[in-house]
């Protein structure tokens, strides 16, 4: 009897075992979601406000040189300024991570084709940390704003973002 009893045990020891390696994985999956999720809403709000701070650097220069240039960027100043916006956002133009589009005039949304409106897309891939049980493939963001250069000198720039 005695021995059937021990045989009992070891036999609950291996479901015990099997249950806290399935339950391991659900474990897992909700600090996946916790931490991945938290970090994929926060980088989501960083790539918005690059795109924010971009598109107003960019619309600065188009207000600026607004006399001279009739709101187009023949000479590439106002791009250049909302690159460099981007880039000290955390975001370069380097294609790998990152990729910033500058559009003058914007080729998408309201202001299609208007002059003095430029359009900062910004596309991060934000890599996987415990979300790689899931998969190995980064998370697509993107932020995009639309902004204004005036062409009166009493009507500063100003910003749409979507």
Known sequence: ????????????????????????????????????????????????????????AAAGDLFLNYQKNSGADPSSTAADKAYAAAEAEGFPKNGTDSTVTVNIPPKSGDHVGESAYVEVIIDYKQPRYFSRIFGSTPLPLQGRAVAHGHGPVSRPASLCST
């Not at 009992?8 to 897992?28: E, Q």
């Open 1 to 56: 009897m005695r021995a059937g009893h021990q045989f009992g045990r070891l036999r609950r020891r291996g479901k015990v075992i099997v249950l806290f390696a399935l339950s391991l994985i659900g474990v897992i999956g909700a600090v996946a979601i916790a931490a991945d999720g938290g970090m994929l809403l926060d980088n989501r709000r960083r790539v918005q406000t690059a795109a924010d701070v971009a598109a107003m």
